[in-house]
């Protein structure tokens, strides 16, 4: 695997541009599944649980990438991060839409009764409204103009974002009483942020005993 650590300019081009159409096909298959009548008896669910999962799918990868880039020392990793999270944005987009067009038929009124009554939609909500900042800063424009810790900052709101994500996931599922794959995801995540948490203090550690317990109070 020695060869995937120092991978060419021109082959991780090749290797966004294959994940870019890869990362469509569950839209493809949703649409190919539309024309040929294979939804099932309750197409709207389908469209909404598939989006549901896909967005669910392309946050905890996105979330992933940077663990994953300490531990293999990839590091052209990172140059896929935005592109999985504009996915996750997408998707959960697809699944918004889905809910305001075909469950509310575009009644703003009745969609908003909709999200205050089911606490569950209330977070899901709550988690696509946290990700628009992000989507609509993910240009390289934008992180100039934010100015780099600032767009740190602002990013790490999806330490919130991916948790809420599984929260909305649990929910649904709990109330059919399968708790299986939301304590896969939670699990998961879990261990996700608990690396992030750990390599954070570590880093603190080396920058406090390199410099002196002062700079602690920088970072
Ligand atoms: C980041 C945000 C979101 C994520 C990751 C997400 C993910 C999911 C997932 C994984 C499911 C379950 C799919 C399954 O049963 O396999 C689901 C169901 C659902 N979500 Fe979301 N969702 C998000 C935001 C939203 C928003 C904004 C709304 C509406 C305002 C919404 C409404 C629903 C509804 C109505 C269901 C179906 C519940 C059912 O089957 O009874 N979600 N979502």
New binding site residues.
Partial sequence: MAFLKDLSTRRVQQLRNGLFVLCLLPLVRLVVFTLLDRLGANPI?FI??NT??W??YF?VTTLAVTPLRRLTNWNWLVRLRRMLGLYAFFY?FL??TV?FWL?HFFDLQEMWAD?VKRPF?TV??A??VL?IPLAATSTNAMVRRLGGKRWQWLHRLTYV?VPL?VL??WW??A?KNLLAQPILFASIVGVLLLTRLLSQKNRQKLRQTLFGPATNLKS
């Fill in positions: 669910e909404t649980r549901g999962d967005a669910l946050l959960v699944h918004f809910f469950d999200i939609i899901g909500m988690t696509f990700l974002i994500g909305h996931f649904v599922k109330g």
